[in-house]
């Protein structure tokens, strides 16, 4: 049987995983959509390392019937994860995610995820602000909440999902999908909004 604490790591990093998530090495962007907002969807590859770039700050409680996916109520994680253009950890890194994340329900399995995402992609450098509700075992939108630079006034969500898992080690896809009101749109300084970028 594995040591208590590795468990509690595992779920720490699969919490994580589940609140950051970035895939692909492609950037598209449209115009307007159908509620007239300009659009941006791309994916990166969250590289996290337990005792690493993630770390269980305060253990929480353990409640009745608590699977190994869980988390102990209560408990605190920190991490600050580079992201890469693929899944690779050699890759390109095109961002940091900095954040935590708080065990919130009794069960262990749902947390409270507050994070900050730092890009620096082709055309786009700023960071989103990401605070919403992650689950350990479903695939669940976080809602960004906001921005700074390129991604001021933004808008939307990203899906976060684990991709792989190599004790220390793990990879996460995380799918942006990212909108900016019309009023905001027309202030960008970079002149083509509208084009499909290759690479991040």
Known sequence: MAHPALHLYVLAILLLALSFKATSTSTSTST??????????????????????????????????????????????VNQDLLTISPNSSSKVVGVAEGASITSSLDGLTNIVMEKITLELKHYKGSVSVLGTAHNIKVIDLPVVGGTGDFMFVQGYIKPSLLTFENPNIVYKIEFHLYWPSYVANHFSHSDRSSTVNGV
């Not at 994916?43 to 700050?57: D, F, H, P, S, W």
């Not at 019937?65 to 988390?71: E, F, L, R, T």
């Open 32 to 77: 307007h959509n159908r509620r007239g907002l300009k659009s941006l969807h791309f994916t990166l590859y969250q590289q996290e390392a337990i005792n690493k770039t993630v770390y269980l700050i305060v253990k929480g409680v353990t409640g009745p019937d608590v699977s190994p996916s869980a988390s102990p109520f209560g408990s605190l994680f």
